[in-house]
T-cell receptor, first 115, second 111 residues
Framework: ETGVTQTPRHLVMGMTNKKSLKCEQH?????MYWYKQSAKKPLELMFV???????ENNSVPSRFSPECPNSSHLFLHLHTLQPEDSALYLC??????????????FGEGSRLTVL | GEDVEQSLFLSVREGDSSVINCTYT??????LYWYKQEPGAGLQLLTY?????DMKQDQRLTVLLNKKDKHLSLRIADTQTGDSAIYFC???????????FGRGTSLIVHP
């Protein structure tokens, strides 16, 4: 596989469920990101990891819990979500955080629906 | 207001030129980007411009940057139905280079 792969592509969960989103990049990059895409809103940065260390937490509620076991994998653990958390969650990677033009490579996203 | 602003929709006829506009607030922006998101897909970098440039051309794409007005535009010449997508404007500053994105402009190309 190439590029950035996200699973599952679609997820429906109740407010009391616990689920996880997975992201894997095959580009040899060192930085990985979670973004939230909601209709008619700016793309919202949630978390950034660089060399497995979290460098950004953009005031995200604790019901979202990221995990980055290595530079190739990124998870987003979800628990007791709210209906307003329904959105497309995009994972991205980049070579690193400094230097260059900082191109991000995105996965296709995980469409989350919270009932 | 938002850091990066762009209109939500643009409708053009096939063969015409499309111009998508964006304004940003950070005067220290180093790079400015246009990303494209096709239906059911993630974002893909279309083009970018360094802040010391006024214009960049790449085949059918022309990027114009007005630093004084903090205005960025993307012109697509001879727009095709395959250009129908959401176009995101983004900017980053020196240091972390993490882009800040706008809401995206949905470009609809009709015959």
């Amino acid at each position: 596989e190439t590029g950035v792969t996200q699973t599952p592509r679609h997820l429906v969960m109740g407010m009391t469920n616990k689920k996880s989103l997975k992201c894997e990049q095959h580009l040899g990059h060192n930085a990985m990101y979670w973004y939230k895409q909601s209709a008619k809103k700016p793309l919202e940065l949630m978390f950034v990891y660089n060399f497995k260390e979290q460098t950004e937490n953009n005031s995200v509620p604790s019901r979202f819990s990221p995990e980055c076991p290595n530079s190739s994998h990124l998870f987003l653990h979800l628990h007791t979500l709210q209906p307003e958390d329904s959105a497309l969650y995009l994972c991205a990677s980049s070579q690193d955080l400094a230097g260059g033009q900082g191109e991000l490579f995105f996965g296709e996203g995980s469409r989350l629906t919270v009932l | 207001g938002e850091d990066v602003e762009q209109s939500l929709f643009l409708s053009v006829r096939e063969g015409d030129s499309s111009v998508i506009n964006c304004t940003y607030t950070d005067s220290s922006s180093t790079y400015l980007y246009w990303y494209k998101q096709e239906p059911g897909a993630g974002l893909q970098l279309l083009t970018y411009i360094f802040s010391n440039m006024d214009m960049k051309q790449d085949q059918r794409l022309t990027v114009l940057l007005n630093k004084k007005d903090k205005h960025l535009s993307l012109r697509i010449a001879d727009t095709q139905t395959g250009d129908s997508a959401i176009y995101f404007c983004a900017e980053s500053t020196g240091g972390s280079y993490i882009p800040t994105f706008g809401r995206g402009t949905s470009l609809i190309v009709h015959p």
